[in-house]
């Protein structure tokens, strides 16, 4: 069982940049890959970004690709979510997940095991 906790979320305007953390308190932290996706009302979770157990791979969502930056410190059991130049298209409750070793290059929910309880993000225009 992972635990996961998201946090960072808030209002920012359109162009302004947020960073989002996902935290877990399991040592093997390490052996997940973990994934970002969002979900807006009314809509379905969509991913967002993923990363491979190690750091070294990512899969970026053709929408945030050039604007937004994961990565990962297994020290700290911690993923980020950097996101610059958001829009109000990015508007969503962000959420982390974590996966088998090979979820990362899947962008779909079922790929992953746990899950967080979700930061909400608001992009005003």
């Known amino acids: 069982q992972v635990q996961l906790v998201e946090s960072g979320g808030g209002l920012v305007q359109a162009g302004g940049s947020l960073r989002l953390s996902c935290a877990a308190s399991?040592?093997?932290?390490?052996?997940?890959?973990i994934g970002w996706f969002r979900q807006a009302p009314g809509q379905e979770r969509e991913f967002v970004v993923a990363?491979?157990?190690?750091?070294?791979?990512?899969y970026y969502a053709d929408s945030v690709k050039g604007r937004f930056a994961i990565s990962r410190d297994n020290a700290k059991n911690t993923v980020y979510l950097q996101m610059n130049s958001l829009e109000p298209e990015d508007t969503a409750v962000y959420f982390c997940?974590?996966?088998?070793?090979?979820?990362?290059?899947?962008?779909?929910?079922?790929?992953?095991?746990?899950w967080g309880q979700g930061t909400q993000v608001t992009v005003s225009a």
């Open positions: 399991q040592r093997t932290f390490s052996r997940y890959a």
């Open positions: 990363i491979s157990w190690g750091g070294s791979n990512t």
């Open positions: 997940a974590a996966g088998p070793p090979s979820s990362y290059k899947s962008s779909l929910p079922g790929s992953y095991d746990y």
